[in-house]
């Protein structure tokens, strides 16, 4: 295996050349990770501002850990420093939490001339991403959804609808039931179902058959894949 750290026997850790490598490693290293985000992450739940801040983070990492190299005191003082920054950006994915840390790593390792904790930890994660994409843990696999029906008193009207959500969904759940009376004195049942789906595509398949029995008043259909993408019907 090729010991990319034994540079250090050539090069001192603060010569301008090891600093250029260690950039360019760590330069590298974030664009494979940029790469593997944007390739796994839905256009509507992408951010480019966060996407220029990956690459950022890992350079300026890189730069502070250099920066310290084996003096106890001046990394006291740096973080001291960096401890009266406070930032205001909030981040609800935790999967952009991961990114953020697997940036910040590159910059620690690559900072401290591990080089090859740095290039095996970073290739790991990111076939690790592209594995989970693929699995059936990736949102886009699990599209949750929500319908909320007004029918009349007629018991027969129940199980047709069941019927119709288990051809187009599944996990079915009745989540709501309300028995509600009009001003003119009609008595209607309100249902609302959340569901799971593979395709959201398939809601206006749904859609169409549920208009199609005879009774039913379709107040809401609601699909969501919490990467930020949400479909109304």
Do not use: W
Request: charged content about 15%; proline content about 2%.
């Amino acid at each position: 295996m090729l010991d990319i750290s034994g540079l250090s026997n050539y090069y001192s850790e603060t010569s301008v050349y090891m600093i250029l490598f260690t950039m360019s490693i760590t330069i590298l290293l974030s664009l494979i990770l940029v790469f593997t985000y944007d390739k796994t992450t839905a256009p509507a739940g992408r951010s480019f501002s966060f996407i220029q801040s990956l690459m950022l983070m890992s350079v300026v990492t890189a730069t502070i850990m250099q920066s310290i190299g084996d003096s106890l005191a001046l990394s006291f003082g740096i973080f001291g420093a960096l401890a009266i920054i406070r930032f205001r950006s909030n981040v609800s994915d935790l999967r952009d939490i991961a990114f953020i840390f697997a940036t910040m790593a590159i910059g620690i390792a690559c900072g401290v001339h591990s080089f090859q904790n740095a290039i095996i930890g970073t290739l790991t994660f990111c076939i690790l991403i592209f594995l989970l994409k693929l699995s059936p843990f990736d949102p886009k696999h699990n599209i949750k959804g929500n319908v909320r029906l007004e029918t009349d008193l007629n018991p027969d009207i129940l199980s047709e609808i069941e019927k119709i959500l288990n051809n187009h969904t599944q996990d079915i759940n009745l989540s709501r039931f309300r028995m509600t009376t009009s001003p003119e004195g009609v008595i209607s049942n309100e249902y609302e179902y959340s569901f799971m789906v593979v395709d959201v595509k398939s809601g206006n398949a749904l859609k169409t058959q549920l208009q199609q029995v005879e009774g039913v008043k379709i107040t809401r259909i609601i699909y969501e894949d919490n990467v930020y993408a949400t479909n109304n019907y």
